[in-house]
């Protein structure tokens, strides 16, 4: 970021205070600065500054993964009325996530761009121009007030054609680009995907030695932001989001500080049972089988070491995670 030339904007609270003076080769749409992070919902800030994963276990395997949020169960007073913003539960106590919750729109521009300067300086250039970041419509900003619907870090992805000749990262704004400014089109059908918006500032801690996955660059209103893509969400047949089980097992009551909660899941990412999405229960574990004795969940038959799923009925929510392969 060339933070000599750095200056006040006076955008909204949502936006960055930080832009750039001018560009003698601006092309596109104007280049603002960056996302202002403090005003993300809390789910999506880091913690002193840093992202660090979190550790699940599947089948007897470490699954590093980095947490972005809960959101609790529904909660509803004697007459009915919701107490609390949170997701649904169904008629046995299960929590679900309708798909139509899910109203953010993330645009990918399929066709690639014309590549612009062929390197990218992080000590002069405000970002890359050899590859066209998507765009985003809204920001997952802190939201107050215990009815106000909770903010998800799921969008709906629609596929944008027709922008291939334009430079890359050009197209900086959603309002541009679906106006016709640069041409093209959307395509019919949209999906959704967990894509996390995070303080593009914050330091990014590795899921585990050796991994390549980080974080992706994008835009916002000419801002520049990161976020991190956790992959496609399906939808099953009833129109909710297809989620993954997963259990958090809490040391028993009394036990030592050094005996922390477990996250148990029932797939890694890359098999086919894996969600971003997960149905979280929990489970308070005992003094003769404490948290970490467990490696895994098993429904009926199970070892020694695994969590059988079917007695637990004691449901958290919804948990957001990203995890990789890389």
Known sequence: MKTDMMCALGLAAALSAVACGESTEEVGDKYQGVVDASTLDAKFRPTSGVYRPATARVKGTNVPFYNLGQVATERKDD???????????DETGRPYLPASRVVATSYDLTEG???GKP?????TDNYPETVQWPLFGALPLAVTGNTTPPVLPLVKVTRWTGTGSEQCNAIKDVTSLTKGAFGGAAEEGDTLALRAIIDVSAQLNPLSQGSEFTSQGGWYRGLQLAFLDGGPVQVDEAGNVRVMDGVLVSPPTGAPTTETPVYLFTARPGEEGWSPVVRLRTFTATAAKPASSYTGLCVDVCTDTELNLTPINRYAGVL?????TL
């Open 79 to 89: 007459k009915g009325a919701i107490t609390n913003s949170g997701v649904p539960v």
């Open 113 to 115: 761009c014309r590549t």
């Open 320 to 324: 957001f995670v990203v995890g990789s």
């Open 119 to 123: 390197d990218f300086d992080f000590r």
